[in-house]
């Protein structure tokens, strides 16, 4: 099994920043991306970003491209959203994703987080 806690949500006011984070560990054997979704209130969830693991290419959707910055710390199996200049718009609850080959699996899996809520608001 693997296991992804995420940290770093919480209440900014807009134009603020946050810092997500989210840390893998259990029976990983090699871990393909990891990467952030958002569920807004009503909505439905939604990719963000995400960052391969080998060769640290990164994706980031258009809404947040300028503003969200996706790194990673293999060393930790932890992967990071440096958000800047955050607008109500982005209020939701991020998840962290993870594309994971286990030591008892032969193929990749998804694994999710929690989930850390982010609340952008004056």
């Known amino acids: 099994q693997v296991q992804l806690v995420e940290s770093g949500g919480g209440l900014v006011q807009p134009g603020g920043s946050l810092r997500l984070s989210c840390a893998a560990s259990g029976s990983i054997f090699s871990i393909y991306t990891m990467g952030w979704y958002r569920q807004a209130p009503g909505k439905e969830r939604e990719f963000v970003a995400h960052?391969?693991?080998?060769?640290?290419?990164?994706y980031v959707v258009d809404s947040v491209k300028g503003r969200f910055t996706i790194s990673r710390d293999n060393a930790n199996n932890t992967v990071y959203l440096q958000m800047n200049s955050l607008k109500p718009e982005d209020t939701a609850v991020y998840y962290c994703?993870?594309?994971?080959?286990?030591?008892?699996?032969?193929?990749?899996?998804?694994?999710w987080g929690q989930g850390t809520q982010v609340t952008v608001s004056s």
């Open positions: 994703n993870a594309v994971v080959v286990t030591t008892t699996t032969t193929t990749p899996r998804n694994y």
């Open positions: 960052i391969s693991w080998s060769s640290s290419n990164t």
